[in-house]
Structures are given as structure tokens and as C-alpha cells.
């Protein structure tokens, strides 16, 4: 990953800059790299679907839930979060162009898979959402308390968010946006 990071933070300067002329590719682009969701994921995220208050973005179909960092707090309030109705989704593209709108802002090379690949490289507890809930079921299974899982959960979560948080200082230090 540390052969990449020229090539990460030039790809990350282009969305941030194309937030001008392509909001929904930028943030769609940055999404996918601060969260390494699947493509088809981000494009059906819906403004119901985070939770700005308690900073969590419920994504695919409720499968996994995500802390929401300050930068990407940030990100979503310039593209308008708020203001977007709470039913409607996020980006009104197929998945054809948003590929070819990410690529553009990204310099015409990067896929969005490449995005993913690189957000689950820098930070692979963003792929962990199946195997958290299986520590959880086998712990409650093994006659855990309600009280122990919920500890067991919040001890998981704030790994999560450290791990999450670390990521995006990476990629979005404070000052960069």
C-alpha cells in the first residue's frame, strides 16, 4: 500500500477537486474509497440511510453500519446531504457512468473496483461487517449475557471507528478539504 500512496493522494486532490464540476462523482468516488462499500452499494445509498447526528451510515440495505469521520461529515454537507429529500437517493446515475465520471475526475484510469480495492487495503476492518456479526452470534451462543454481548459490540464498534477514523486521516488529513 505504501507504493500507492502518491498515486492515492493524486487520485484523492482530482474528487476533491471535481466536487466543482461533478459532485456526485466526487463523493461517490470518495465513498468507495473511505469506506471500500461495493460500487452497486454506494450508488443505491439513500439520504435516510445516514444518520448525521449519530454520525453512521447505514449501507446496503441496512447489512452494515459505518462511522461517519469528521472529513466525511464534511464531504457530505457540500454536496448538500441535508438538503436532499430524506427519501431520495444519493446519485441519480447507472453504473455505467458513474464509472466513467469517476474515472474522468480520477484521471481516466481509476475504476471504482480500484477505489474499493485500495479502501479495503488501507483499512480491512471495513470488510469485517459479516465476521463481527458471527463473533457476536458464537459469543451469545456460548451463553454470553445480553449485557456481555452489548459490551463485546461496543469494544467491536470502537475498533471499527479507530480503525476507520486512522484511514481517512490518511486519506483526508484536517486542512486537506
Same mark, same amino acid.
Do not use: N
Given at each position: 500500500?505504501?507504493?500507492?500512496?502518491?498515486?492515492?493522494?493524486?487520485?484523492?486532490?482530482?474528487?476533491?477537486?471535481?466536487?466543482?464540476?461533478?459532485?456526485?462523482?466526487?463523493?461517490?468516488?470518495?465513498?468507495?474509497?473511505?469506506?471500500?462499500?461495493?460500487?452497486?452499494?454506494?450508488?443505491?445509498?439513500?439520504?435516510?440511510?445516514?444518520?448525521?447526528?449519530?454520525?453512521?451510515?447505514?449501507?446496503?440495505?441496512?447489512?452494515?453500519?459505518?462511522?461517519?469521520?469528521?472529513? $466525511?461529515?464534511?464531504?457530505?454537507?457540500?454536496?448538500?446531504?441535508?438538503?436532499?429529500?430524506?427519501?431520495?437517493? !444519493?446519485?441519480? !446515475?447507472?453504473?455505467?457512468?458513474?464509472?466513467?465520471?469517476?474515472?474522468?475526475?480520477?484521471?481516466?484510469?481509476?475504476?471504482?473496483?480500484?477505489?474499493?480495492?485500495?479502501?479495503?487495503?488501507?483499512?480491512?476492518?471495513?470488510?469485517?461487517?459479516?465476521?463481527?456479526?458471527?463473533?457476536?452470534?458464537?459469543?451469545?451462543?456460548?451463553?454470553?449475557? $445480553?449485557?456481555? $454481548?452489548?459490551?463485546?459490540?461496543?469494544?467491536?464498534?470502537?475498533?471499527?471507528?479507530?480503525?476507520?477514523?486512522?484511514?481517512?486521516?490518511?486519506?483526508?488529513?484536517?486542512?486537506?478539504?
Amino acid at each position: 500500500m505504501r507504493e500507492t500512496l502518491p498515486l492515492l493522494d493524486w487520485t484523492v486532490s482530482r474528487l476533491l477537486d471535481g466536487f466543482g464540476s461533478d459532485p456526485q462523482a466526487a463523493l461517490l468516488g470518495l465513498l468507495t474509497l473511505c469506506y471500500g462499500q461495493p460500487p452497486d452499494v454506494v450508488l443505491q445509498a439513500r439520504t435516510a440511510d445516514f444518520d448525521l447526528a449519530a454520525r453512521l451510515w447505514w449501507c446496503g440495505a441496512a447489512a452494515c453500519c459505518l462511522p461517519l469521520t469528521d472529513p $466525511v461529515l464534511h464531504l457530505l454537507k457540500l454536496y448538500g446531504l441535508a438538503a436532499l429529500g430524506a427519501d431520495g437517493y !444519493l446519485f441519480a !446515475l447507472s453504473m455505467s457512468k458513474a464509472q466513467r465520471r469517476v474515472a474522468r475526475l480520477s484521471g481516466g484510469v481509476l475504476p471504482l473496483a480500484t477505489l474499493r480495492a485500495w479502501a479495503l487495503a488501507g483499512c480491512p476492518d471495513l470488510e469485517s461487517s459479516d465476521q463481527r456479526r458471527e463473533i457476536l452470534r458464537r459469543y451469545s451462543e456460548e451463553g454470553a449475557t $445480553v449485557a456481555q $454481548v452489548a459490551g463485546l459490540e461496543r469494544e467491536l464498534d470502537a475498533r471499527l471507528l479507530t480503525s476507520v477514523t486512522d484511514w481517512h486521516a490518511v486519506l483526508l488529513p484536517p486542512g486537506g478539504i
